[in-house]
């Protein structure tokens, strides 16, 4: 409960002074022309799917990620986007609003015709993917590596788990999970 609170407060930290730093754009006159990005680090889980903390899945309350992108030069609607995106957009359309040639090399694809409002749809799909969460900064936690990849296309969500043994269980190259997102938005129901 304490930790659910501690996020609460840290999330109303984070409103109030996303709020903070647009005002003082405001109040030195250069809103207009400032490109303003705030994106969080991915989601964790408060008991959605009987889960606490991150973990190696590919739940929607764990890859959804907070995004603010504003600038209003460029947009002229406030609002929310439903547009499938990620975080690997975010060069290519900065590249794209400075007119600057977005190099072959650049992974992703630019998305100000989300932001203009000329479109709702960036990308017809995401691939992610999971291998180890492995972090050398606690020696003493034992972690196994855990391989996933997923993508997110037309509405569903595919989901593979690699081959590993992990955590007691083993994986045969034959986990598989799909979602259909549009009926089954809390991914409770894997058709496959």
């Known amino acids: 409960?304490?930790?659910?609170?501690?996020?609460?407060?840290?999330?109303?930290?984070?409103?109030?002074?996303?709020?903070?730093?647009?005002?003082?754009?405001?109040?030195?006159g250069v809103r207009n022309n400032t490109i303003v990005i705030y994106m969080s680090d991915n989601g964790i889980f408060y008991g959605e799917h009987q889960l606490i903390r991150k973990g190696p899945t590919f739940y929607e309350e764990q890859l959804k990620v907070p995004?603010?992108?504003?600038?209003?030069?460029?947009?002229?609607?406030?609002?929310?986007?439903?547009?499938?995106?990620?975080?690997i957009d975010i060069l290519p359309t900065l590249l794209d609003i400075l007119e600057i040639p977005i190099p072959i090399d650049v992974q992703g694809q630019s998305f100000t015709n989300i932001l203009k409002g000329t479109d709702t749809e960036a990308r017809k799909s995401a691939f992610f993917e999971f291998f180890d969460n492995?972090?050398?900064?606690?020696?003493?936690?034992?972690?196994?590596p855990y391989p996933m990849r997923g993508v997110v296309k037309d509405g569903y969500k595919w989901v593979w788990h690699l081959a590993t043994v992990a955590n007691g269980m083993s994986y045969d190259n034959k986990n598989h999970e799909l979602y259909n997102l549009k009926?089954?938005?809390?991914?409770m129901n894997n058709i496959l």
């Open 1 to 28: 409960r304490q930790e659910l609170d501690d996020a609460y407060e840290v999330m109303s930290n984070v409103d109030s002074n996303v709020g903070r730093t647009l005002k003082a754009l405001d109040d030195v």
């Open 67 to 87: 995004f603010i992108f504003s600038y209003p030069a460029m947009t002229s609607a406030k609002g929310k986007s439903n547009a499938l995106l990620s975080s």
């Open 134 to 144: 492995q972090i050398t900064a606690f020696p003493d936690i034992i972690w196994n």
């Open 183 to 187: 009926n089954d938005p809390f991914e």
